[in-house]
């Protein structure tokens, strides 16, 4: 039986049951205010803020995957997720658990009726059935850069591999094939029959602080290693995957450098700082993600500004109120 997510509506898991596949898959003080502490509580806040700036910093610059030249990659296209490998009800909560942050975060969820763009899959041999995969579908993974980092991702033995496909859009989403058409027109008219088109806004092509192509999501494959996540209960699980599918995460970078609170944590040797849900710092991360301008070269800047603020708010609510200062005592009549 194959379900898919419907958006808008509680999604049921689509699920891949084929034998053949199965078998591939798997403390404020209370002490009394007195005047010359103030300053001592300035400088303590001053401490936090930037202690925390710092650690904001360090989490969204290792978590995410960047280049120089290249935007951040996100999904614009309406996700359709599929997990297969899973027992049913098991890949029902992953899909809820996926369902529900994408819609968090303002990541594009498509319908109920789909073509499946985000595969989340089980294997027992993650590397053998990613060979015979690729074998099947010759143009499941983008080769642009050679197959060396194909290879790497199949014979790198993770717990969870994940592998993004993107297709670069100009900046006002006009994809690149379009791109492509147009020049292959332009060969065969005549200049006559060309006019120029009539800009309301200044262009952003070649500006330095904007990206002409920005990167759109297209497809993202996540296989699982069952004999890797026996430690993990299924909401660790699927917060880490929902992550992981959402962003492109650097999964060669050390999450243990950030002192930030993560799900990305919970294939760190010391398990002792593995949450057992995803954090509020990761909910920040996609929704900043999500919120900030893709077409932006300062995206990353924007990105640990809008978390920051957002973890620093969430701070202040959650830290307990301040006791009221205490009235002296009276003043004893001399003895």
Sequence with gaps: MHQRAGHGRMPLARILVPAVLVACLLAASGSAARADSIPTVTVESSREAKQLRHDVDVFVSNAITKSHDESLMRWNAPICPLVAGFSRP???????RFSDLARAVHAPLDGEK???????????????????????????FDTRN?????????????????????????????????????????????AASASYPVFSQPSTLGSRLSHAVVRNLSNVIVVIDAKQISKLNIGQLADYVSLVSLAQIDLDKNPGEAEAPSILKVFS?????????????DRALLTAL????????????EMENAVFKQISAQSAQSSPPAEPAQSPPPAQPAQ
């Excluded at 098991?90 to 809820?96: I, P, R, Y």
């Excluded at 595969?119 to 590397?127: G, H, K, M, S, T």
């Excluded at 980092?149 to 100009?170: L, Q």
């Design 290 to 301: 999500y919120s900030t301008s893709q077409k932006s070269r300062l995206q990353i800047s």
């Design 269 to 281: 040797p010391d398990q002792t700082t593995a949450p057992l849900e995803m954090t509020d710092w």
């Design 146 to 190: 050679g197959i060396e980092p194909v290879k790497r991702f199949i014979e790198t033995p993770r717990p969870v591999r994940v592998w993004y496909n993107a297709n670069d859009m100009s900046s006002d989403n006009t994809s690149a094939s379009t791109i492509s058409s147009i020049l292959a027109q332009s060969a065969g008219i005549e």
């Design 90 to 96: 098991l890949a029902e909560f992953v899909l809820v």
């Design 114 to 140: 789909c073509s499946p763009n985000l595969f989340v899959l089980v294997a027992q041999d993650p590397a053998a059935f990613l060979k015979l995969l690729w074998r099947h579908q010759p143009n499941l």
